[in-house]
């Protein structure tokens, strides 16, 4: 769900855009900056829900350290997206708690 | 699997790895500095080279002034590994990356550890909440994105990053709630000892005063001498609640950027087994190493914020200190004094302030320690401040226990964000000092690995 974001970038800034989708809602962010970066300007209130006690979480140092922007990102979970730069087409999702590989992916998937 | 092989290899292309790979260069020596960013820079001189000129002028000319030395690096003649995330590093100078979905390998006959800094965490009450984030952090989002707050946003904490960010919102035009200063009139009587040292650095100081200077001459609301900090909110935060002489205060806000300093970053340095010790002055841990940085009898090395927190000029003048003595060691530098005398007093002359600013904004206890049981303190696993003392009372004696009776440090930040708190949560709790406690036994990966990632 996005909602009002928290921060913005100045017209003034323009530049090429490209366009992810993240939960299934078309995102445009400028070319180059960080997925976790294009969540926050886009509304993304929160980026996970919290692997205990399922609390909202979002990112907090915004450079790799702190994981709290943990997404899935092209069909792989928990990546840190304020290390990842957005591409056009690429599909982001919300984490929802401790991530569990699906069971067909697990041994012979039977 | 291949080798690559190298003079020096450096991680972290900020002040101190490009200095030291400039510095190396110079004598002829091979250097590839591998980094987790998509450009060099560090932290601090982020995005400095393709940042659009309206945004340079508002971070200011010590953010510009990174471009002399982004672009001396970049005509060096070394390699630069972009989007490089190192996850093991071993003390013959080997090191383990994942660069495009692929696990290598690089042996340098020397390795330059020069991981930067991090924001000291800031566990209070509702520091997790969404809309909580550090200065530092917003501070990224507008070097690297132009990102500015939408709303009127309130800082609170103390130290030089958040006055910087203060003064940079108000030049571009952003506005602020409130400045919440937890910095108290003890702290100027306590720091006032170390003015005379730090006139030394007079440039340093004069900046500073500056900076604050012009937030004072803004309408913004200042508070100072602030304690008992709250953020307040259920899904996200929703206000800042705090004390002030002897009053309530609540600011309501949507975002709210805390910062109390930087910490060394010594994931690298922990994960090699290199000793460290306690800082009284900065309240972190900080590997020992020789006055060039190398840590014991290893082909490793040191520099810069990772190694103590010193400031980017000091940082950089500390990676070509070590630059120097790896050329030394491999025998292209036979007379090392000539050449470092300029860079050791440059250093002295650095660092002159640092004593000063310790003390100035040495962070509160309670805001290292929170008072609160119900503080979050390892934000991965959810452990609070009251588990980490009821752990102690069940006989815990130090950080790498409270794995064992909670997962506290377990979690993917691998005990980055909680490791400094637990600490010092059980060295108050056992009556102790931070260096009897210890800190978490790290071990590589120090960075998540996919399994897909070694796959040919």
Known sequence: MLTEPLFSIPASEGRETVTIIFDDQAVTAPAGISVAAALLVAGASDFRTSIVGHEPRAPYCMMGVCFECLVEIDGVPARQSCLVPVKDGMIVR????????PDSEIGDGR | MNVETTDLAIIGAGPAGLAAACEARTL???????????????QIYRNVVSAPRARSAILGPDYSAGAELVSAFASSGALHLDSAVVWNVATDGTIDYIREGRTRKLSGKYVLLASGAMERPFPIEGWTLPGVMGAGAAQILLKSAGALPREPVVLAGCGPLLYLLGWQYLR??????????????SDYVRAS??????????KELRKGLGLIAALRRSNIA???????????GTCKVEALAFRQDGRSVRIPTSLLLVHQGVVPNTQLSWSVKAEHRWNKAQLCWEPVTDIWGRLGETALYVAGDSRSIVGAQASAVQGRLAALSIGNRLGVLPDITIRAAPYLESLKRYTAIRPFLDALY???????VPVSDKVVVCRCEEVTAGQIRRFVGLGCQGPNQTKAFGRCGMGPCQGRFCGLTVTETIARERQLEPADVGYYRIRPPIKPVLLGDFVE
Not at chain 2, 29 to 39: F, I, R
Not at chain 2, 193 to 202: E, I, N, P, V
Not at chain 2, 222 to 232: K, N, V
């Open chain 1, 94 to 101: 919300r984490q929802q708690g401790a991530v569990s590989l």
């Open chain 2, 28 to 42: 002829g020596l091979s250097v590839t500095v591998l980094d987790e960013q998509s450009a060099v820079g560090g």
């Open chain 2, 172 to 185: 571009a035009g952003a506005r602020i709630a409130a400045l919440v200063d937890t910095t108290a009139t």
């Open chain 2, 193 to 202: 000892r170390h003015l005379m040292g730090a006139l030394r650095s007079w």
């Open chain 2, 222 to 232: 200042l508070y100072s001498g602030c304690s008992d900090l709250r953020a307040e």
């Open chain 2, 362 to 368: 040495r962070p509160k206890d309670e805001n290292r």
